[in-house]
């Protein structure tokens, strides 16, 4: 999958669940997304995925999780979290991402090529 901010692209690993292969079905999809405690990107997706919620304790740059049933969320800093999601994915290569991403909403499209 592909995550695309402006003109950079980001190639996204899924994980092989039934969460990642509903977000395969709703694509392409362009979500704008609002920043929260610079270090994560939200939004709320047109319908409800599956989940299986559990506590990483440590959230990645670069993970892309399922917050509840309809909030997807792309984090672009590491920290620790107490909170529980759905893992979807993982962007390959996070360098760029919070420059990319920046510190305010951004509309991110997420595509299969």
């Known amino acids: 999958m592909w995550m695309t901010v402006g003109e950079q692209r980001f190639a996204i690993t899924l994980s ?4 990642a292969r509903a977000l395969v079905a709703l694509l392409p999809l362009t979500l704008d997304m609002n920043d929260l405690n610079r270090n994560e990107k939200y939004a709320t997706l047109p319908r ?3 989940t299986q919620a559990s506590k990483p304790g440590t959230i990645h740059n670069g993970d892309l999780m399922l917050y509840g049933p309809d909030t ?14 759905t893992r979807l994915g993982r962007v390959d290569d996070p360098a760029r991402l919070a420059q990319v991403l920046g510190r305010r909403g951004v509309q991110v499209t997420f595509s299969q090529n």
């Open 16 to 19: 092989d669940n039934s969460a």
């Open 48 to 50: 409800a995925l599956p």
């Open 72 to 85: 997807l969320v792309v984090f672009y800093t590491n920290f620790d979290s107490t909170y529980a999601y």
